[in-house]
Nanobody, 123 residues
């Protein structure tokens, strides 16, 4: 199973980016999906998660109110809309498919991980 996160790039502080997470050779429709990020020299941290049908979402306190996670089941894709970006949001962002229908904030609950996408925020 291959997951691919895309949509990263360079943006000025206060700007927006939308990340996408797509799966190859497997449907994401029945699983929760999470977004995590890892900045240089720091541990990977939870950003957001969404349930199998999009009915339940969760965010870390650091992004709540600025980021929105959503999914298009027909397109087999999960999105992370990132608004009001700050320099501290700069990291490699990863998406992952959960073992269950609901995402959690714990990386141990995810079974498939995608290659990350770099988000760079200039001040």
């Amino acid at each position: 199973v291959q997951l691919q996160a895309s949509g990263g790039g360079l943006v000025q502080a206060g700007g927006s980016l939308r990340l996408s997470c797509a799966a190859e050779r497997r449907t994401l429709s029945n699983n929760g999906v999470g977004w995590f990020r890892q900045a240089p020299g720091k541990e990977r941290e939870f950003v957001a998660s969404i349930s199998w049908n999009g009915g339940s979402t969760s965010y870390s306190d650091s992004v709540k109110g600025r980021f929105i996670v959503s999914r298009d089941r027909a397109a087999n894709t999960v999105y992370l809309q990132m608004n009001s970006l700050k320099p501290e949001d700069m990291a490699v962002y990863y998406c992952a498919s959960a073992r269950s229908a609901y995402g959690t904030m714990y990386s141990r609950d995810y079974i498939y991980w995608g290659r990350g996408t770099q988000v760079t925020v200039s001040s």
